[in-house]
């Protein structure tokens, strides 16, 4: 699975790292070490049981959540644009934001996993969140 982030673009099918275009030597460690923290949806709703990011309220605090209901320490590395997904009867509009944990959470809820990039391929995700995960996304502009 290939993962577009920024100027660089993961390759978990052959473990490398690109930074445009270029290959950037990363340890076998260092790989294991990209990972993505999902939580388990409830059963109930359209991506029931389905693994998602984690959300918060719009116009939260994503650094404060993390900590408050993960017990990550993180840091917001950038905003990222709307990104839109329609539904039969309705439409869903995220507000991604791209951070990094500092320390991963010891105290996460039992229905949090983080998953390495190379385990995504195999997790039951919704599509919008694949997407977001897996495409390129224009930063927000100010």
């Known amino acids: 699975m290939r993962i577009a982030f920024g100027r660089f673009t993961f390759d978990s099918d052959t473990r490398e790292l690109l ?3 270029r290959r950037v030597h990363v340890s076998p460690k260092a790989f294991d070490l990209l990972r993505v923290l999902l939580e388990r949806r409830p059963s109930t709703g359209v991506w029931g049981r389905l693994w998602s ?12 959540a993390m900590r408050e209901r993960y017990g990550v320490r993180a840091t917001v590395v950038e ?5 839109e997904h329609a539904f039969t009867h309705y439409a869903l509009t ?3 934001s791209r951070l ?8 996460a809820p039992a229905e949090c996993v983080w998953l390495s990039r190379a385990d995504l391929a195999g997790a039951a995700l919704p599509s919008p969140i694949r997407k977001l995960l897996s495409a390129e996304r224009p930063r927000r502009t100010p």
Not at 100 to 107: H, I, N, Q, S, V
């Open 19 to 21: 930074e445009g275009g």
């Open 53 to 64: 990011l984690p959300e918060i309220p719009l116009g939260g605090d994503p650094v404060a």
């Open 79 to 83: 905003t990222l644009a709307p990104v």
């Open 94 to 96: 995220m507000h991604p």
């Open 100 to 107: 990094t944990a500092r320390e991963p959470g010891e105290d």
